[in-house]
């Protein structure tokens, strides 16, 4: 167990639909990162916030935005939904940036 | 652009043997590089890392190798259990930017 959980484990909706995926950081952890994982695709990196402010961004689509609350808990919106955001969406922690992140168990979204 | 690849998408080892896991990688700005482990229904765990002023780092069976001229690392598991199937991402640092991770090898250690 990471110590960073994330909810909901499953999601599926329908296309054109909007959800928000949430994340809470491990006890002490300033930055969260999301990242997406499509199938046979590697992580890619889509944001990152550190202390409830932005730190950097990565193939992060317009429809998708993220943010950091001040209990650093960080929710993943993802708004008109396509087929192809279907994916496994991994948040994670480290206390102030850097290398080691840890991982929480994702959530796995369909888009019907 | 791939800047990190795993060029092998499945290995499978026997039980007892080792397993040599290969990454890739273009940018000669990274200076510390990751192996991240993960099972099914899981997030990615942290393994083991290596910076650019090493060139080995070993922590009981996992070793990792770093050859900067060659802009290659590689894992090697000895010896390797049935436990260890599972994908292993390799992942690559510069400075304060975002880690950059390849698409994953799938370990398949057979009893």
């Known amino acids: 167990d990471s110590g960073v959980t994330q909810t909901p484990k499953h999601l599926i909706t329908a296309t054109g639909q909007r959800v928000t995926l949430r994340c809470s950081p491990r006890?002490?952890?300033?930055?969260v990162y999301w990242y997406q994982q499509s199938l046979d695709q590697g992580l890619q990196f889509l944001i990152q916030y550190y202390n409830g402010e932005e730190r950097a961004k990565g193939n992060i689509l317009e429809r998708f935005s993220a943010q950091q609350f001040p209990d650093l808990h960080s929710e993943l919106n993802l708004s008109s939904l396509e087929l192809g955001d279907s994916a496994l969406y991994f948040c994670?922690?480290?206390?102030?940036?850097?290398?080691?992140?840890?991982f929480g168990p994702g959530t796995r979204l369909l888009v019907l | 652009d791939q800047q990190v690849k795993q060029n092998s998408p499945s290995l499978s080892v026997q039980e007892g043997r080792i397993s040599i896991l290969n990454c890739d990688y273009t940018n000669s700005m990274f200076d510390y590089f990751l192996w991240y482990k993960k099972y099914p229904a899981e997030g990615p765990t942290f393994l083991i890392s290596?910076?650019?002023?090493?060139d080995k780092n070993e922590d009981g069976r996992f070793t990792v190798f770093l050859n900067k001229s060659a802009k290659h690392l590689s894992l090697h598991i000895v010896p390797s259990q049935p436990g260890d199937s599972a994908v292993y991402f390799c992942a690559a640092f510069a400075g304060n930017t975002p880690l950059v991770f390849g698409k994953g090898t799938r370990l398949s250690v057979i009893a």
């Open positions: 006890s002490g952890d300033l930055s």
């Open positions: 994670a922690s480290n206390e102030r940036g850097g290398e080691t992140q840890y």
């Open positions: 290596i910076s650019s002023i090493k």
